[in-house]
Each structure stands twice: as structure tokens, then as C-alpha cells.
């Protein structure tokens, strides 16, 4: 695998004194999709942001994959960040551009009033739109917004993750779901659509078919063996590998033409879909309620879950 040397910034960096860390004596603004203080996405490091962030504790060198470089100015690793900034490389553009930028353990804030070590029920009444997430590594509440995460430990805000706007962007858009035909731009029968990538960005997961039906599947999911959040398309029909089976969508910004969506109550959704029955529950606490080209799961009396599939050719078949 290729790997780029960011030769001006290491250069820069190995450079710099120590104490020339001025982000540990200012506070830091941090701006979704944009920038935290003085290092912003999409930009290499320049000189007046090398002074300001001092000398790299840390840093490895950027491979072809977006993201892969990374620089530490504080205390702790790539891993593991305990204090200061951790800066991700390689935009896909080119290697020295800023990626993703984590701050942790300093006076950094936002212009909503979340700031680091505050608390985090605030989060959600600065934010009310967040998605609300249990981190896999840490199983500590996360809180999702285009370009930001917030993350919480011990009821107090803990980190800030700065992103592209776009780089999750399939979580935020709203999809319609109708039974027997389609969600969003997935039609069920016909082959995934190139707008479909525009519109939702690279999967996390991309099998491609076999031989056999339903082999391929294409999920945009966050990080779990059973994530919460995902749109799952599954692949092969029998006759066509690439023709769309199934499309499952769960915890996103979904709904039916009924304008039944993901969230309500399990009686609004039996309300709009008089002509269901009940289906297949797939898992012991849940239970469905199917019509024809649909199966919506119901958790905890909520809709949790919608799959939309195929009707037969009769189009009688539930």
C-alpha cells in the first residue's frame, strides 16, 4: 500500500518547541463540518497552526486510505487521545489535508454553549436533532450531528470529533419507504442506481453476489455486531445478482407514504395499515405487523424496524 510522507509539516512540527503548545492557554471554538480553533478540514497545517499546536507527540505517515495519517499534540495515542488534539490525514484529496480532528481534555467549546467536561444532558437541548448512540468501544452515549460527534462519559461531555459534513451523511437523509416498491432510491427488482452512492456515501459493508440468491449486500451502518442505525440492501433475486431483494432500514430518518415513520408508537402504525397482520417478530422482544411488500418490527411498542421486499408477481402474497 502506497504510503505519502507529509514531509513540510513533520518538518515543521519536529521543529517546534515544546511549550509553543498555546491551545493548552486559550479556549477553542469548535465548528461542525469546519474546524477546532485553528486547524480546519480540508486544509494542511500551516505554519501559524504548527506554532499553535507545538510539537507532535505522536504521528504516522499517511497511506492511500482516507484518514490513515495521524498527528497527536498532547497526551496519548492514536487510540487512546487524553489530552489535546488528534488530527486524522489524508482527505482524499491529498495526504496532507486534515481528515477528521478529535479534541479531548482541554477548554474547547462550541458556539451552542456544549463545552468539554460539561454536562451532558445539555447536549440534547442545545441539539435537539442529535442522534443519540452507545460508542462500541467505550459503550459510553454519543450524540451525532452532520460533521460533529459529542461524546459522554459519566454524564459529562468528554470529546469532540470534527467531520466532513458529508462523511456520515447517510444517517441524516430522509428516505420514504413504500411497501412492494422501493426506499429512497433503492427499487426493489432493479439494480442500485449510482445517485444512490451520491446521495448516502460509501457503504460501511459491500459483499458482492455469488452464484446464489441473496448473496450480496450493500449496509450503511455505525460500528456493532447489530447496529442501531443502518440501511441494508440485499442483493441476487435468483435470475439477477444485482438486482435489489430487500431493503431494511433502522434508526434513520425514514418513513412510508402513509407517513408512518421509524420511532412511532406501534398503534399509529397498525392505525395507518389496517390490512396488516401479523408477521415475523425476528427476535424474541419484538414483534411484526406485515402487508403486502412490508414488515414493520415493533420494539418496546414502537416502530423499530422497516423491510421492504418484492411482492409476487400475483402481488397477493404478505
Known amino acids: 500500500m502506497k504510503k505519502f510522507l507529509v514531509f513540510g509539516a513533520v518538518a515543521a512540527t519536529l521543529a517546534m518547541p515544546v511549550g509553543a503548545q498555546l491551545w493548552r492557554k486559550s479556549k477553542v471554538e469548535v ?6 480553533g485553528p486547524v480546519f478540514l480540508g486544509q494542511p497545517l500551516g505554519k501559524a497552526t504548527l506554532k499553535y499546536l507545538g510539537k507532535a507527540s505522536q504521528q504516522e505517515e499517511a497511506t492511500s486510505e482516507a484518514g490513515s495519517g495521524t498527528m497527536v499534540f498532547g497526551s496519548g ?7 489535546g488534539f488528534l488530527l486524522r490525514l489524508n482527505d482524499g484529496v491529498k495526504p496532507e489535508n486534515v481528515y ?4 479531548k481534555g482541554i477548554r474547547a467549546a462550541t458556539k451552542e454553549g456544549i463545552y468539554l467536561d460539561g454536562p451532558a444532558s445539555s447536549i440534547l437541548k442545545k441539539y435537539p436533532d442529535a442522534q443519540q448512540d452507545i460508542n462500541p468501544f467505550s459503550r ?4 451525532c450531528l452532520p460533521g460533529l460527534t459529542i461524546r459522554t462519559r459519566a454524564g459529562k461531555v468528554e470529546e469532540f470529533l470534527v467531520e466532513s459534513k458529508e462523511s456520515q451523511r ?3 437523509r430522509k428516505l420514504t419507504a413504500v411497501p412492494g416498491q422501493k426506499v429512497g432510491p433503492f427499487e426493489v427488482g432493479k439494480p442500485v442506481p449510482p445517485e444512490a452512492f451520491e446521495l448516502l456515501g460509501p457503504p460501511a459493508v459491500n459483499t458482492k453476489p455469488t452464484r446464489a440468491p441473496n448473496s450480496g449486500l450493500l449496509r450503511w451502518a455505525v460500528a456493532g455486531q447489530r447496529p442501531d442505525r443502518m ?3 440485499v442483493l441476487h ?21 402513509r407517513k408512518v415513520k421509524l420511532g412511532d408508537p406501534a398503534d399509529t402504525v397498525k392505525d395507518l395499515y389496517p390490512d396488516g397482520r401479523p408477521g415475523l417478530s425476528e427476535g424474541v422482544d419484538n414483534a411484526g405487523w406485515r402487508v403486502p411488500g412490508a414488515n414493520f418490527i415493533l420494539k418496546d411498542d414502537q416502530l423499530h ?3 421492504i421486499y418484492e411482492l409476487p408477481k400475483s402481488g397477493r402474497g404478505r
Not at 465548528?31 to 477546532?36: D, Q
Not at 459510553?140 to 450524540?143: G, K, S
Open 231 to 233: 440501511i441494508e440492501v
Open 237 to 257: 433475486n435468483g435470475m439477477n445478482p444485482r438486482a435489489i431483494v430487500s431493503v431494511r432500514v433502522r434508526g434513520i430518518r425514514a418513513q412510508t407514504d
Open 305 to 307: 424496524e422497516i423491510l
Open 170 to 172: 447517510w444517517r441524516f
Open 31 to 36: 465548528k461542525a463540518g469546519s474546524s477546532a
Open 140 to 143: 459510553n452515549p454519543e450524540f
Open 77 to 83: 495515542d492514536s487510540r487512546d487521545l487524553r489530552k
Open 100 to 103: 477528521a480532528i478529535q479534541v
